[in-house]
């Protein structure tokens, strides 16, 4: 691709604008992530997202003639910690508005803080029905709820000869709101659902709930839970000759890692995905799609983070949106321009319906999701 097509691209889609206060203190952007922790492998992939998207944005000439400057804190994977985290970048810091959590607990766990100090946050991961529905008008999420992401794959079932499927999903409430958004989903479609296995985030011998899921008897298995452990499911599935279709949900599951780490044992599972990677020209915007990937790699990041790490970039692409349409970096002002951005990002286009009760909307995206399938060792479209 040409290098000033790239730049006219980036220039567009960031809403950037040029100016002689360059010099004038950047702007400053709270990420809440965890870089350490259970979940740190995804934590990382999306602060290196994000990292990308304030290069590109600074190179570009900043938001309304400043900087911007990303403030990374590191939540390790704990709710108590991300409360902490809220609370330094807000009150310390002084961010006028954040990114995060990545996962639903943390995010839950970082929400009331938002109501407290009336500061708006970009979620950019987190799953969980309740986080758009419980009244918290500072919460804009681009990334799709489970509901969404059940409806989304619905089509398939009888596609796929879908008769009696079973659950295994992490004890939080991503994975217990992804579990009962299927379970819901398949029922609806005449599908008898089966075993109902809950194991802990950190859990690494999932023998027990995998041997209750092969006497269940299922054609399919839904697995929701981070990509550390998906590897362990796959590989300790495999050693239990368990013969079920495995169809991992919530975005969150690397292939490419699979591939790496559970090696043969990765070929036959499906993943439901929101940014193809491996063909970045099949999403809405694939130039700048196949522009990200190519940071990406230049950058030497891990290519089986590409699937978090592009959350990190449209999110604090959307978030720069707002600023330069509020005109002022101020929370209130940046809370009302979020509901009226227009941003064309890496995972598809991003703009926001309301959800929740009436005068207390939260904001919900509502993303495109892909089906896709480890084959012989590499990612096949289905």
Request: with cysteine; hydrophobic share 45%.
């Amino acid at each position: 691709m040409r290098i000033d097509r790239v730049v006219s691209i980036v220039c567009a889609i960031a809403w950037m604008s040029l100016g002689p206060a360059f010099g004038q203190e950047a702007i400053r952007i709270g990420v809440t992530q965890h870089l350490t922790g259970a979940f740190a492998a995804s934590g990382n992939y999306v602060a290196q997202g994000a990292k990308i998207a304030e290069d590109d944005i600074n190179k570009a000439g900043g938001v309304l003639g400043r900087k911007i400057q990303l403030i990374v804190e590191d939540n390790k994977s704990n709710p108590t910690e991300a409360v902490a985290t809220a609370e330094k970048l807000i009150q310390k810091d002084k961010v006028p508005v954040m990114m995060g959590a990545w996962s639903s607990t943390l995010t839950l766990a970082v929400m009331p803080k938002l109501m407290e100090y009336e500061v708006p946050m970009l979620v950019e991961t987190s799953s969980s029905g309740k986080i758009t529905t419980s009244g918290n008008p500072w919460i804009f999420r681009i990334s799709p709820t489970s509901e969404m992401e059940a409806k989304a794959f619905a089509p398939l079932v009888k596609t796929m000869g879908i008769k009696k499927a079973d659950m295994l999903y992490t004890n939080n409430d991503f994975g217990i709101g992804a579990a009962n958004e299927f379970a819901a989903m398949l029922k609806a479609g005449g599908v008898e659902v089966g075993a109902r296995e809950v194991i802990d985030p950190k859990a690494v011998d999932l023998s027990a709930q995998l041997a209750k899921i092969k006497a269940s008897g299922g054609d399919t298995l839904f697995v929701t839970t981070a990509v550390e452990q998906i590897t362990l499911i796959l590989k300790q599935a495999k050693e239990q000759q368990l013969k079920t279709r495995i169809i991992t949900t919530g975005g969150s599951n690397a292939p490419d890692q699979l591939i790496e780490q559970a090696g043969d044992a990765a070929n036959g599972s499906m993943h439901l995905v929101f940014f193809t990677p491996w063909f970045p020209e099949a999403v809405k915007n694939g130039e700048l799609a196949t522009k990200f990937v190519s940071d990406w790699k230049a950058r030497g990041h891990n290519a089986g983070g590409l699937t978090e790490g592009f959350r990190g970039y449209d999110g604090i692409l959307t978030i720069a949106a707002a600023i330069k349409a509020a005109g002022k970096a101020e929370p209130a002002a940046i809370q009302k321009a979020l509901w009226n951005v227009k941003v064309a990002g890496v995972g598809g286009d991003i703009a926001f319906i309301k959800q929740g009760p009436a005068g207390q909307e939260s904001a919900q995206n509502v993303p495109s999701v892909y089906l896709i399938k480890i084959d012989g060792g590499k990612v096949v479209k289905m």
